[in-house]
């Protein structure tokens, strides 16, 4: 009679559970990513006729980020911009958070603003439907891995 405790005998034959449990997480994550994308885009279709006009940045705070290990650090800088766009001779200001593209005071970019409400602005210029389609992938890619999780389980039945 053989006895293993722990080490590869004992996980032998489990990777299923490993790939069945990240495709739940992965189709979860990616339906939640899914119906969010859906409700950005279609709030984006609500702005497609928004007059443009052009802003210009009047402050910008940097901040930095840092990740990786201890002895690989990563920094990533991130601004955060104020800006100010005019509307029937109304100086409206607006803020942006967490911004990947470097700003600088002074630099000028298109805005979309709600004619019936213009102190509502937004730099997406037009909908795109990129998020939608990658959660999308993403969803499939994960109901894949739960479908052949459970496929293998049930065509390669572990001994007990």
């Known amino acids: 009679m053989i006895i293993r405790i722990g080490g590869r005998g004992h996980r032998r034959g489990k990777p299923w559970n490993t790939w069945l449990i990240f495709g739940i997480f992965l189709v979860i994550g990616a339906l939640w990513g899914f119906w969010s994308g859906t409700e950005a885009y279609q709030e984006r279709l609500t ?55 470097q700003a600088s005071v002074g630099d000028t970019f298109p805005v979309k603003y709600n004619p019936q409400a213009p102190e509502q602005s937004t730099d997406i210029l037009k909908p795109t439907k990129d998020y ?8 499939v890619a994960g109901i894949t891995l739960v479908v052949l999780s459970i496929w293998r389980k049930v065509a390669w039945p572990q001994e007990s």
């Open 132 to 139: 939608i389609w990658v959660n999308a992938i993403l969803c």
């Open 47 to 101: 702005q497609v006729d928004w007059p443009t006009t052009q802003a210009t940045v009047v402050q910008v705070e940097v901040l930095r980020e840092r990740s990786g290990t201890i002895d690989h650090p990563i920094y990533n800088n991130y601004y955060n911009v104020t800006y100010e766009y005019v509307v029937h001779g109304t100086v409206y200001t607006e803020f942006m958070e967490h911004q990947s593209v």
